[in-house]
């Protein structure tokens, strides 16, 4: 069964630094766009920053530019979010998320990602989540 699965979430102090950690079961990322999303109380869910399957094509929202990076490890089959300098209002649920497998395609024997932002509603697959709160 495919399933994703985040980590790493918790309590730190603003400034603070954390990793955050999507594993995939049952399926690899390579044909797939990771998103990270979070959703904050009354707030609407919001896409933080993206990866394709094969790490070539990074995405940051502007929030998060400078303070946050994204990774994949092919080989764990993992994608990391690490935060730092992270800030009050970094506090929200944290979800990874993968698209259908459709946004990426060959073209002329190179591999095209469609780029990000995407909406929510091309993320199909969701793991649970993890809480990040941000508070002295």
């Known amino acids: 069964q495919a399933q994703l699965e985040e980590s790493g979430g918790g309590l730190v102090q603003p400034g603070g630094s954390l990793r955050l950690s999507c594993k995939a079961s049952?399926?690899?990322?390579?044909?797939?766009?990771i998103a990270w999303w979070r959703k904050a109380p009354g707030k609407e869910r919001e896409g933080v920053s993206c990866?394709?399957?094969?790490?070539?094509?990074?995405y940051l929202e502007d929030s998060v530019k400078g303070r946050f990076t994204i990774s994949v490890d092919t080989a764990k089959n993992t994608v990391y979010l690490q935060m730092n300098s992270l800030k009050s209002e970094d506090t929200a649920t944290y979800y990874c998320?993968?698209?259908?497998?459709?946004?990426?395609?060959?073209?002329?024997?190179?591999?095209?990602?469609?780029?990000?932002?995407?909406?929510?509603?091309?993320?199909?697959?969701w793991g649970q989540g993890t809480q990040v709160t941000v508070s002295s």
């Open positions: 049952g399926f690899t990322f390579n044909n797939y766009v």
């Open positions: 998320a993968t698209d259908s497998g459709s946004g990426t395609y060959y073209y002329a024997g190179r591999r095209i990602w469609t780029p990000c932002p995407r909406p929510l509603y091309e993320f199909v697959r």
């Open positions: 990866i394709s399957g094969d790490g070539d094509e990074t």
